[in-house]
C-alpha cells in the first residue's frame, strides 16, 4: 500500500508500524510513531493496521542544545 | 559539601546542563559530556531519514538514558502546537518521560522565544502531566509568570541562542533571580568559562550550554574548563564576595616595616 512516511511517498509489503519499521530497517530502534497525527504507542507497533494514503510521522533523537 | 539542584523533585550534584547538538561525531559527543560531568543532557527530536543505513549509529547509544536524564527540547518549533507535538513524541520515544525543555522561537535570525506561544505551549504542557522547563527571554515579569503556571525550572537567555556573547542583562537576571522559588537556569548565550562562571556567582541555580563546548576548537578540553568555571562559580556565590569599594585597603599591614 501507498503510505506518506516523513513526507515521502513510500510503497509498504505488509501492513503494520512494526512492517513499515522492518522495511525501512529501523527494527529494534528507539522510535515514535504518529500515524495521522495521532501517537500509536510502542506496544501497539506489531497490531497497528496502516490504512491506504496514511501519513506516518517516525521520529528519533538527535543532537540538540 | 551538599549543595545539589533540584529539579521536579530529582536531585543532580551537576549544575551543568549540556547539549548534544553540532559535535563532530558521536565519539566526541560522548567524551564532551563525560568530562563536562553534566547529569542532564539535552537531545532534539527529529525524522528518522528514509533509507538510513541500518547500521547508522544512534545517539542515545552514545547518551545512555541508563546514564544521563535526557531533556528533549522543542528546538526548531516556531508554533504553541509544534512544541506540544514534539513533547509528546519525545514522551512516547523516552517510554514516558515527562521532563521536557520547551523552546518556542519566533524567528530564524534571532531564534528569540516567541512568549505568547510559549505561554500557551507551558499550559498545555503542564496540564497534560508534563514537568516544562522553560526557555526564556530575560523579562522577570514572563518569567515569573511561567513559574506560577507550574514550570519546573525558567530558563532566561543570558544572550541569543549559538551567539557566545555571554550574559548581556545581568541585571535582569538578578531581578528573576530575585523573585523565584524554582531553579533559574541560564540558557543560551554561554561563549566561555567566565560567562558560566558568572552566572554563577551571581547565584543562578545552573547553566545550559551546547555551542559554547561543542564550537569549541577543542570540545574535550572546553567541556572540561565549563565543568570548573561552574562550580568555582557555584563556591564563590555560597562564599558571598567581598564588597567592592572605591579605593585601596592594604593587605599587608602597613606598620613595623624595617627603616
Redesign the interface.
Known amino acids: 500500500m501507498k503510505l506518506t512516511?516523513?513526507?515521502?511517498t513510500?510503497s509498504l509489503d505488509g501492513n503494520t508500524i512494526a512492517d513499515l519499521v522492518t522495511q525501512?530497517?529501523?527494527a529494534g530502534?528507539?522510535?515514535?510513531?504518529?500515524v495521522n497525527?495521532e501517537?500509536i504507542?510502542?506496544s501497539q507497533h506489531a497490531d497497528f493496521a496502516l490504512n491506504e494514503d496514511d501519513v506516518v510521522?517516525?521520529?528519533?533523537?538527535?543532537?540538540?542544545? | 559539601m551538599s549543595d545539589l539542584l533540584t529539579i521536579a523533585g530529582k536531585t543532580y550534584s551537576s549544575r551543568l546542563l549540556i547539549g548534544t547538538g553540532k559535535y563532530k561525531d558521536f565519539d566526541e559527543t560522548r567524551e564532551s559530556i563525560e568530562t563536562s560531568g553534566a547529569e542532564i543532557v539535552t537531545v532534539a527530536i527529529r525524522r528518522t531519514n528514509i533509507g538510513q543505513n541500518a547500521d547508522e549509529p544512534n545517539l542515545l547509544d552514545f547518551v545512555s538514558p541508563d546514564k544521563y536524564t535526557i531533556l528533549p527540547n522543542t528546538a526548531g518549533c516556531f508554533s504553541a502546537e509544534d512544541a506540544v507535538r514534539c513533547c509528546k513524541l519525545a514522551r512516547e520515544l523516552l517510554d514516558g518521560h515527562d521532563l521536557v525543555k520547551l523552546e518556542v522561537l519566533g524567528d530564524q535570525k534571532t531564534l528569540y522565544p516567541n512568549i505568547t506561544h510559549t505561554l500557551r505551549a507551558a499550559r498545555e504542557l503542564i496540564d497534560d502531566g508534563f514537568k516544562v522547563m522553560v526557555y526564556t527571554n530575560d523579562d522577570p515579569i514572563v518569567a515569573k509568570e511561567l513559574e506560577d503556571m507550574g514550570c519546573v525550572a525558567v530558563m532566561p537567555l543570558g544572550s541569543l541562542i549559538g551567539s557566545g556573547l555571554g550574559i548581556l542583562n545581568p541585571h535582569n537576571i538578578k531581578l528573576i533571580m530575585e523573585e523565584a522559588n524554582v531553579p533559574i537556569i541560564v540558557d543560551a548565550g554561554v561563549g566561555t568559562a567566565s560567562d558560566a562562571a558568572l552566572a554563577m556567582e551571581m547565584g543562578c541555580d545552573g547553566v545550559l550550554l551546547n555551542s559554547a563546548v561543542a564550537h569549541a576548537q577543542k570540545p574535550v578540553l572546553m567541556a572540561s574548563a565549563m565543568k570548573k568555571a561552574i562550580e568555582a562559580g557555584r563556591e564563590a556565590f555560597l562564599a558571598g564576595r567581598m564588597p567592592r569599594k572605591a579605593y585601596a585597603s592594604a593587605s599587608s599591614p602597613l606598620d613595623g616595616l624595617s627603616r
Not at chain 1, 57 to 65: L, P, T, Y
Open positions: 512516511v516523513n513526507g515521502d513510500l525501512m530497517e529501523l530502534r528507539r522510535l515514535a510513531v504518529e497525527r501517537i504507542p510502542k510521522e517516525i521520529v528519533h533523537a538527535i543532537g540538540g542544545g
